[in-house]
């Protein structure tokens, strides 16, 4: 097997404004494994918060593909790689490489391989940054006649009335939509438990990682004293954080860049399954090609927050939707996704 990589800038519709920071693009580096002919496709995408710059994940993916190298087939790659300390992005990234390929040469969709009888969809959440209230009810209107039916709200500007007053357009604005915040750990327990009960009357949902991750202890007990869902989100990154929390949290949030790929996915959807614990899949900013390996799993959550590909101004890769507020896999070979630039199915 021949690995290669190619990196290329994602340039956003627009900024996308949370509480930590501001982001207008990021770098994604994508891999390509290659066999007897075909070609599988994985994406890892730069991460401030995660410590990933475009030259340490071309380092850490160019490491794995001479690993690959060992390998006699892609199956034997996916069934007998070891674990390792690599960022978990990137092992994703490797992941998702593989499976794609694996299911071009056995012809079945990648969702077959990891255990789903037919093509998973849901409806995705889309997401709302911290902006002026009346561009944010512009916002909701747009989205609501495309067909969105559930938004996620940015929180945590440095008045929180100006988050309340956000909602408070949106939920006028599309008043059929459901809701989530996501103050991306902006509060303190005091201010949650304060904020928390006046969401919950403006109709929200559920809230994603009220506070500062790096406490999931106050996180679980701010859980029991929420009117409203707790979902975690920094303070899920890994199997072990998810086991400490199942059961004390409403949800958790996966993204397959912080786990480690899909089948580190479905070990936490296991884990949590009958603790009262839901899932959430979420993602980062990426394109089509790195989204579409958790769209193969959308049917195991009970939200889906996949619309990072929705958030670019020109999404190189199409192939899972999402612009009507669907998200889909579909029945081709692989992760069923081509590049645009291309213009036909990838499978070289």
Excluded at 172 to 186: I, T, V, Y
Excluded at 206 to 229: F, I, K, M, T, Y
Excluded at 302 to 325: E, K, Q, S, V
Aim: proline residues 6%; hydrophobic residues 40%.
């Amino acid at each position: 097997m021949k690995a290669t990589l190619r990196t290329v800038r994602l340039t956003l519709a627009e900024p996308l404004r949370i509480s930590r920071s501001t982001m207008t693009t990021r770098d994604a580096v994508w891999f390509t494994v290659e066999h007897q002919g075909l070609s599988g496709h994985g994406e890892a995408v730069t991460s401030i918060y995660y410590g990933l710059n475009t030259a340490e994940l071309q380092h850490q993916l160019y490491e794995a593909g001479l690993d690959l190298g060992r390998f006699g087939d892609p199956e034997s790659a996916l069934r007998e790689r070891p674990a390792d300390d690599r960022p978990p992005a990137v092992t994703a990234a490797v992941e998702a490489a593989l499976l794609d390929l694996c299911g071009k040469r056995s012809g079945v969709p990648v969702h077959r391989l990891l255990g789903a009888r037919s093509a998973p969809s849901a409806r995705t959440a889309r997401t709302i940054g911290i902006v002026p209230a009346e561009r944010a009810a512009a916002q909701a209107r747009s989205l609501a006649d495309s067909g969105f039916t559930v938004i996620k709200v940015k929180a945590g500007a440095p008045d929180p009335e100006d988050d309340l007053d956000r909602i408070r357009a949106i939920a006028s604005a599309a008043p059929r939509a459901r809701l989530l915040l996501d103050p991306n750990g902006a509060w303190t327990s005091t201010q949650a438990l304060q904020l928390l009960p006046r969401y919950a009357e403006l109709g929200v949902e559920a809230v994603e990682q009220p506070v500062a991750p790096g406490d999931p202890e106050a996180l679980a007990r701010l859980a029991e004293r929420s009117p409203l869902p707790l979902i975690a989100d920094e303070d899920a990154v890994t199997y072990e954080d998810v086991r400490r929390l199942a059961g004390r949290v409403h949800g958790v949030n996966v993204k397959l860049a912080k786990c480690g790929g899909p089948y580190a996915a479905l070990r936490i959807a296991e884990l949590i399954e009958g603790s009262g614990t839901e899932l959430m899949l979420g993602c980062l900013t990426a394109s089509t090609l790195g989204l579409a390996p958790a769209v193969h799993l959308v049917d195991r959550a009970r939200w889906a927050d996949l619309d990072g590909h929705l958030l670019l101004a020109d999404d190189p890769w199409t192939g899972i939707g999402g612009a009507d507020g669907v998200v889909r896999a579909n029945d081709l070979p692989g992760l069923g996704v081509r590049e645009r630039r291309v213009g036909r199915e990838d499978a070289a």
